[in-house]
């Protein structure tokens, strides 16, 4: 059960390691772009690709959707990047459902954890594969599997590498579940709600800069929400209406200085920079709206920066 790519790695490891998938359970297509033309999941998409069965319900709670997947008689459910199922989906197979999460329970649990951990500066992440109860992100732990944070590493860098030693750790899983069957015994650790964190949507309020912040925050903000949903902020530039700018790369200098926190120095030519609490806020990668993402030099070529322009 799952959407996007980062639940295809864990179903194509699964079926390379020779598990018999009976269905995939995805969400509905979805009207996209200008012309509305219906979008799939790219769990759809490699599911049909390689004729699997595919189970797309609206209602996770339909009568007719709760008799479909009890007629598959699966053993074992896997979710990776899913909705919340309801006790009569998650308790259907003998040997239980297991779900993928990508932070080191329970710290992150919610909608973003990969993108909270970076934002907040953590040094290490990682996955976890644990059963399916009732509140989310709480049930008992299966394994867990640590990744260094490096200094520089994005929300993107840190999803792909997350994506596939999760997609590992789900093989171990199903592998394990499968040999409890057997009569191995799991060792399961229970969650410590004392120690949780949370990671809740990413809405556009969070993406905003604010350049009142210190340097290390507005540095591990851009770097969290790169490439997606990406940092923002508005230029004001003289008489100019204001211009939204994403940014996707950037570098923080500290120093000392007394200029207005957000005020552009610039050459127009080969760097573009904003003060902020304490240092410079470098520039690096940045799209103007309605442009294309591209380095600080080819987006000066297009946009002058005028005398005492800011970021606001």
Same mark, same amino acid.
């Given at each position: 059960? +799952?959407?996007?790519?980062? &639940?295809?790695?864990?179903? #194509?490891? $699964? /079926?390379?390691? @020779? ?35 595919i189970l797309q319900p609206t209602n996770l709670k339909d009568p007719l959707f709760i008799e479909e997947l009890k007629q598959l008689r699966a053993d074992l459910q896997i979710v990776v990047a899913f909705r919340m199922l309801p006790e009569s ?60 944070? +490096?200094?520089?590493?994005? &929300?993107?860098?840190?999803? #792909?590498? $997350? /994506?596939?030693? @999760? ?79 994403k940014i996707f790369y950037a570098e923080f200098e500290p120093c000392v200085h007394s200029f207005t926190n957000g005020l552009i120095a610039t050459d127009n030519k080969s760097y573009l920079n904003a003060y902020c609490q304490d240092g410079l ?32």
């Amino acid at each position: 059960m +799952g959407t996007p790519d980062f &639940a295809v790695a864990s179903l #194509d490891a $699964l /079926m390379r390691n @020779g598990f018999n998938v009976t269905a995939v359970v995805t969400s509905p297509d979805k009207p996209a772009g200008r012309g509305q033309l219906l979008n799939q999941s790219a769990v759809k998409r490699y599911a049909l690709q390689h004729g699997l069965h595919i189970l797309q319900p609206t209602n996770l709670k339909d009568p007719l959707f709760i008799e479909e997947l009890k007629q598959l008689r699966a053993d074992l459910q896997i979710v990776v990047a899913f909705r919340m199922l309801p006790e009569s989906v998650w308790d259907m197979p003998i040997a239980g459902t297991y779900n993928l999460h990508a932070s080191l329970l329970p710290k992150y649990r919610g909608a973003a954890p990969i993108n909270w951990a970076i934002i907040n500066g953590e040094k290490e992440s990682g996955v976890t594969t644990f059963k399916l109860q009732h509140e989310i992100d709480t049930g008992t732990i299966l394994f867990q599997e640590k990744v260094e944070i +490096g200094e520089t590493t994005t &929300a993107g860098e840190l999803h #792909d590498e $997350l /994506m596939d030693v @999760g997609a590992q750790l789900i093989v171990k899983t199903a592998r394990a579940v499968e040999e409890a069957r057997h009569g191995k015994i799991l060792n399961f650790v229970k969650q410590n709600d004392q120690l949780a964190t949370h990671a809740p949507k990413l809405f556009k309020e969070t993406c905003k800069i604010n350049w009142d912040l210190s340097g290390v925050a507005l540095y591990n903000l851009i770097r969290g929400l790169s490439p997606y949903p990406t940092a923002h902020t508005f230029v004001k530039n003289g008489e100019s209406k204001l211009q939204l700018v994403k940014i996707f790369y950037a570098e923080f200098e500290p120093c000392v200085h007394s200029f207005t926190n957000g005020l552009i120095a610039t050459d127009n030519k080969s760097y573009l920079n904003a003060y902020c609490q304490d240092g410079l806020i470098k520039l690096k990668e940045l799209q103007l709206e309605g442009k294309k993402r591209m380095p600080v030099s080819e987006f000066l070529k297009g946009f002058e920066i005028k005398h005492e322009a800011s970021f606001v």
